[in-house]
């Protein structure tokens, strides 16, 4: 009987939990348990004082360098006092760690465990500690350049839409919408704004908070360079949908953006592209679900494709985001 090859395996908890404390020189009282598969495999490695997460990246899904920028890039960010989760060094002062797994090699690294809990309700006091925090990463990291995805209109829009044509007929008003959303922005609108490196992905699922405003960000798997109010505009289109009442909405805005403009100012001119900019790193997240069609496919439907965009018309609509 022929071994067939796979693409995409789930790596044994228990034979990572000993390779970790081999590496890592663990003891014996460490368990590795698997916390969720998704984009990349995340695992607990505990021995019920001490916590740590160990990420397990699908095979091709991040070169070498790239999570190397990645792992840079928060030792810095920890360097300045601020929030983050980092990596932690093995035996052999090494951050990254090489899997063979049976797709191929697969790289792996330890990140310190970020106390608190996931919050998705916030309340005006915790939106104004992410706002600080969130322009305190942006002022350390402004002007600063990584060997990672640049984030335009080509790759927030145009690419997402080549994906998403492989598994949705154009002619489905939702897609002629996604489509449509090429027109609402145009590269040089954000040609003056503040550049740098972006996480891409705050909001409350990648954040813990301890004693109500001690906020830790971690999960910069999609970071990369572009204009920093992509990061603002993402994190309020998630807190819009989140908070029905809009009133609540746009008091949690209001205190989120006082707390980051208490450190980095935000242009005027800036403010008026949060829209535009949340719009698009919606679509660009649309994207990858048909890019990493192997983890998007038990809810990559029609259906959702309809709540989805659904969700981009009721954001424009509240906006009044119309074509340039």
């Known amino acids: 009987?022929?071994?067939?090859?796979?693409?995409?395996?789930?790596?044994?908890?228990?034979?990572?939990?000993?390779?970790a404390k081999e590496q890592y020189g663990l003891d014996t009282s460490y368990v590795c348990t698997l916390f969720r598969t998704g984009m990349n495999h995340t695992y607990f490695i505990s021995n019920g004082k001490t916590k740590y997460v160990l990420r397990v990246y699908c095979y091709n899904w991040?070169?070498?360098?790239?999570?190397?920028?990645?792992?840079?890039?928060?030792n810095k960010l920890?360097?300045?006092?601020?929030?983050?989760?980092?990596p932690v060094l093995d035996k052999n002062q090494t951050y990254i760690q090489t899997v063979k797994a049976p797709e191929g090699i697969r790289y792996a690294v330890l990140f310190s465990f970020a106390e608190g809990d996931k919050i998705r309700f916030l309340?005006?006091?915790?939106?104004?500690?992410?706002?600080?925090?969130?322009?305190?990463?942006?002022?350390?990291?402004q002007d600063q350049i990584i060997e990672r995805i640049t984030y335009n209109k080509k790759s927030l829009l145009e690419l997402p839409y080549q994906k998403l044509k492989s598994?949705?007929?154009?002619?489905?008003?939702?897609?002629?919408?996604?489509?449509?959303?090429?027109?609402?922005?145009?590269?040089?609108?954000?040609?003056?704004?503040?550049?740098?490196?972006?996480?891409?992905?705050?909001?409350?699922?990648?954040m813990s908070i301890a004693n109500q405003t001690e906020i830790t960000i971690f999960d910069f798997d999609f970071c990369g360079n572009g204009s920093q109010i992509l990061d603002i505009g993402y994190f309020c289109k998630q807190l819009f949908h989140i908070e029905i009442d809009k009133k609540e909405y746009e008091a949690k805005k209001e205190s989120f953006l006082k707390?980051?403009?208490?450190?980095?100012?935000i242009p005027e001119k800036e403010l008026q592209l949060l829209p535009k900019a949340g719009l698009a790193v919606f679509v660009f997240y649309l994207g990858v679900q048909a890019q990493r069609f192997d983890w998007s496919n038990i809810f990559l439907t029609?259906?959702?494709?309809?709540?989805?965009?659904?969700?981009?018309?009721?954001?424009?609509?509240y906006y009044k985001i119309e074509n340039t």
């Open 62 to 74: 991040r070169s070498e360098t790239e999570i190397s920028e990645e792992l840079t890039l928060l």
């Open 123 to 141: 309340n005006t006091d915790m939106c104004y500690a992410i706002g600080e925090l969130m322009g305190k990463i942006h002022h350390a990291s």
């Open 78 to 86: 920890k360097s300045n006092g601020l929030g983050v989760s980092v």
């Open 259 to 265: 707390g980051y403009q208490s450190v980095n100012t």
């Open 167 to 206: 598994y949705f007929s154009e002619a489905l008003p939702e897609m002629e919408f996604v489509k449509s959303i090429e027109g609402f922005f145009e590269d040089a609108e954000f040609e003056n704004t503040r550049k740098g490196v972006v996480h891409l992905d705050i909001w409350y699922d990648n």
């Open 1 to 19: 009987m022929n071994t067939f090859p796979v693409t995409t395996s789930t790596l044994s908890a228990k034979a990572l939990g000993e390779f």
């Open 302 to 317: 029609e259906n959702y494709l309809k709540m989805f965009v659904g969700r981009f018309r009721s954001w424009s609509d």
